[in-house]
């Protein structure tokens, strides 16, 4: 069912980029079929204690709300952040429906064995997709391998017109960047959690699986801390590469904070 949501989400969008009369509802329809994969993704991230995805499916309804009505305005800003959206699905669709997934799945896991050796802790290769240490086993998904980054952040550089220096450029910061350090945060998560770093809290952090709060700490608060850091850095390079860029954010942010501001009174 969940896959349903992102496959039709992703035809959506994918028939939004299509210049036809009908092209803004497409992309109306593509973010519903977002913010719905998110609220159906709320169990399973309160089952891993996981807050942060649950507090963006209640801030996307709003969002989508203010989108939908820009899109159906015809508004500039809201229809290049839907391009942006519908270049990052192109980008992403292959891996996610495509044996070129898997493909990239084991060749991370191949990776990411390969720096845990260099580091001093050698793994188990169980599966194509699992690696153990010390009787933990942690499974490499699609979702740890960076390409959903790399296709968002791709996808944001598509959003403003853009010289070929600037798309070199651009997609040089982006992507080794990205698939580097993932490979490395990978590698820094199977060790706190094989090596059980971080047993603190099991109020907080455990689910009921031996061990698990290392998992919990290391994965779901320190990686995706610095994930969101190291996002933001690479947005303020995009910036600074591509000024049009900041600009759009600018802009864009100003229009969806006006219309929160004029929701609760506050806004003329």
């Not at 896959?3 to 509802?25: D, G, K, N, Q, T």
């Not at 519908?86 to 720096?115: D, H, K, R």
């Not at 944001?156 to 945060?185: C, D, E, H």
Request: net charge neutral; hydrophobic share 55%.
């Amino acid at each position: 069912m969940k896959e349903l949501l992102v496959l039709f989400s992703c035809l959506f969008f994918l028939a939004f980029l299509i210049p036809w009369r009908f092209r803004h509802y497409c992309a109306v329809l593509g973010w519903t079929f977002i913010v719905l994969f998110l609220f159906a993704e709320i169990p399973y991230y309160l089952s891993i204690n996981n807050m942060l995805y649950p507090v963006m499916a209640i801030i996307s309804v709003p969002f989508l709300l203010i989108t939908a009505k820009h899109l159906l305005a015809r508004e500039m800003l809201v229809t290049q952040l839907s391009t942006a959206a519908a270049v990052a699905f192109l980008i992403y669709a292959p891996f996610a429906y495509s044996p070129l997934g898997n493909w990239l799945i084991s060749v991370v896991v191949g990776q990411t064995e390969w720096m845990l050796q260099a580091f001093g802790y050698p793994p188990v290769h169980e599966a194509w997709n699992m690696i153990s240490r010390n009787n933990f086993r942690v499974e490499i998904i699609l979702a740890c391998t960076g390409i959903q980054a790399i296709a968002i952040m791709l996808g944001v550089i598509s959003a403003v017109k853009t010289t070929i220096r600037q798309k070199v450029l651009g997609f040089l910061l982006v992507v080794p960047t990205i698939y580097i350090l993932n490979i490395l945060r990978n590698t820094s998560v199977i060790i706190a959690y094989t090596e059980q770093w971080f047993p603190y809290l099991p109020e907080i952090a455990g689910n009921g699986e031996f061990g698990y709060e290392s998992f919990f700490w290391a994965h779901n608060v320190i990686a995706e801390g610095l994930a969101l850091l190291l996002l933001i850095g690479i947005a303020w390079g995009l910036f600074r590469l591509i000024p049009d860029l900041a600009d759009f954010a600018i802009r864009l942010v100003q229009l969806y904070t006006s219309d929160v501001r004029k929701a609760f009174g506050r806004g003329t």
